[in-house]
Structure formats: structure tokens, C-alpha cells
């Protein structure tokens, strides 16, 4: 676990190193008291799965990443989780606030209540709790993913 004790020359390595990670447990030193709380990353993005052949068909998928893990582990791919693909005639856009709205209240009530979850290596039950610390997208879709 030293991973947890942070970085010690400066450098940023991980997204724990950041200004933005310290500042949130100053505001948060309850959440940031337990290790064990899940810290997230939200990505999005779409694509054409038929190419220049169709342009009225698109995917569009979301992500959480979950931060908790060394940075090897944390950007590796079997980490992430998928959580909706959107299946469209046309871009989610605007409108991905409509498909976000089940993820969005489970998140709330990760934040705000938490879920009991056993921890196996100290053999107990614990209230966890997640944060969504930030979105990852391109310029365009930050204006829809932040309403």
C-alpha cells in the first residue's frame, strides 16, 4: 500500500497527485479518511461502427474508471467499467442527459448513503462510498456531459 502514501518528488504520476485530488479531501475529510472509498473517472465518446459507409448510425459509450489502483492498474482496460453503450440513429448529444439519469442516481446515492460491502482482507463489512471526480471527453461533448 505504499502507492497510498502519495508521491513524494513532485511529479504528477497519477490523478492522486493532482491539486484537484488534494483539494477534494480537504473538502471531503470523512470520505477521504477511508481508503476504501472509490474515487471515478467518467469517459465518453462515440463513433460510427459502419464508417463513411452510414452517418445516420452511432455508439456512443461511457466509462467509469476507477481510480483507486496504481496507475498501472488503474488506466489498464480490464479495469475500466462499462457502464451503457447508447445505441442511435444519430449522436446522443444533448440528449445523453436522458440515458445518464439511472447512472446518475446511483452515483447520488453512492455519494450521499453509501453500500454496505465486504472488505475480505480485514474479514469486516464497511460502508462504501464513490465520488465521480471528473469527466473525460473532447471539447464538444464536455458541454453535454456537463448539462
Known amino acids: 500500500m505504499a502507492f497510498f502514501g502519495g508521491n513524494q518528488d513532485g511529479l504528477?504520476?497519477?490523478?492522486?497527485?493532482?491539486?484537484?485530488?488534494?483539494?477534494?479531501?480537504?473538502?471531503?475529510?470523512?470520505?477521504?479518511?477511508d481508503l476504501r472509498n472509490v474515487r471515478l473517472g467518467l469517459a465518453s465518446d462515440g463513433f460510427n461502427p459502419f464508417g463513411a459507409m452510414s452517418t445516420t448510425y452511432s455508439i456512443w459509450t461511457v466509462i467509469l474508471i476507477p481510480y483507486n489502483r496504481p496507475p498501472w492498474e488503474c488506466m489498464n482496460q480490464s479495469s475500466f467499467i462499462l457502464s451503457m453503450i447508447i445505441l442511435g440513429k444519430k449522436k446522443a448529444g444533448n440528449d445523453i442527459d436522458v440515458y445518464l439519469q439511472p447512472l446518475i442516481q446511483e452515483l447520488s446515492e453512492l455519494w450521499y448513503d453509501g453500500v454496505q460491502t465486504f472488505d475480505s482482507s480485514k474479514k469486516e463489512t464497511f460502508k462504501m462510498r464513490a465520488a465521480?471526480?471528473?469527466?473525460?471527453?473532447?471539447?464538444?461533448?464536455?458541454?453535454?456531459?456537463?448539462g
Not at 504528477?12 to 479518511?33: I, V
Not at 471526480?133 to 456537463?146: A, E, K, V
Open 12 to 33: 504528477m504520476r497519477h490523478p492522486r497527485d493532482s491539486q484537484a485530488w488534494k483539494t477534494f479531501d480537504l473538502l471531503h475529510p470523512e470520505f477521504a479518511a
Open 132 to 146: 465521480l471526480m471528473w469527466t473525460i471527453s473532447d471539447f464538444p461533448r464536455l458541454g453535454n456531459l456537463s
